[in-house]
């Protein structure tokens, strides 16, 4: 007889995408509302993008429980930098800090695959990109999550940013009006959504640019 014994896990994957796109004077975040844990849809209306800053913003899909932890982590890390700078923490300084924060749990992980999104000092947009272990890169857009198996051919497609290795460095920002991303972005989820049974239900836009934050709303395949 074959000995039987419990199988758990520390972490679980709750499904979801998660896109951002960089542009020369905004950048658009967005995920899908949907958390599921296996078959099952645990809730049709999760946001999975917070504000870490006024100009700074980060979406995340992986284990939700843990994301909330990275989350609270963050927001106080950056609590602290305001009461001894007296001062918002930039974009770029807020990607080293999550680099900082992932790669410091590398033995036991945070499982949250993040994309963070905002406006650098210079106002231009600025995506950052990571694995669960805290590397990174600044990118002109990103996909993570279930579906960014999907959506990153699409947009490479679509958009195809000049390669890290070219001398002098090019700019990764991406050509497209804010309108036309945004609709690259709408565009990319229907899309996703009709093969990823792990994202769906709604769209949530987040654009970011020298007037402030913007919210859109799609509706995706609810099934």
């Known amino acids: 007889m074959t000995k039987q014994r419990a199988n758990w896990s520390p972490y679980d994957n709750n499904g979801g995408s998660c896109v951002a796109i960089a542009g020369a004077d905004y950048c658009v975040i967005a995920a899908d509302t949907r958390m599921s844990t296996g078959y099952n849809i645990l ?10 800053a006024d100009k700074c913003l980060m979406a995340s899909s992986g284990f939700q429980a843990d994301v909330k932890a990275l989350q609270k982590h963050l927001a106080a890390r950056h609590l602290i930098y305001q009461h001894q700078h007296n001062k918002q923490m930039s974009c770029p300084a807020m990607g080293q800090l999550l680099s900082n924060t992932l790669y410091y749990k590398r033995f036991f992980p945070y499982y949250s695959f993040n994309v963070l999104g905002g406006l650098d000092s210079e106002g231009k947009g600025c995506v950052y990109t990571y694995d669960a272990v805290g ?6 857009y990103s996909s993570q999550g279930s579906g960014s198996t999907l ?4 947009l490479d497609n679509q958009l195809k940013s000049p390669s890290p290795l070219l001398l002098p460095a090019q700019d990764a920002v991406t050509p497209l009006s804010e309108t036309e991303a945004v609709d690259l972005v709408k565009t990319v989820f229907a899309s996703a959504t009709e093969r990823d049974i792990y994202t769906g239900d709604k769209l949530e836009i987040v654009v970011v640019n020298a007037e402030g934050i913007r919210r859109e709303y799609m509706d995706l395949r609810k099934d």
């Open 135 to 140: 590397s990174y890169e600044r990118v002109g």
């Open 43 to 52: 809730s049709r209306e999760y946001s999975k993008i917070t504000k870490l």
């Open 151 to 154: 959506i990153m051919p699409f």
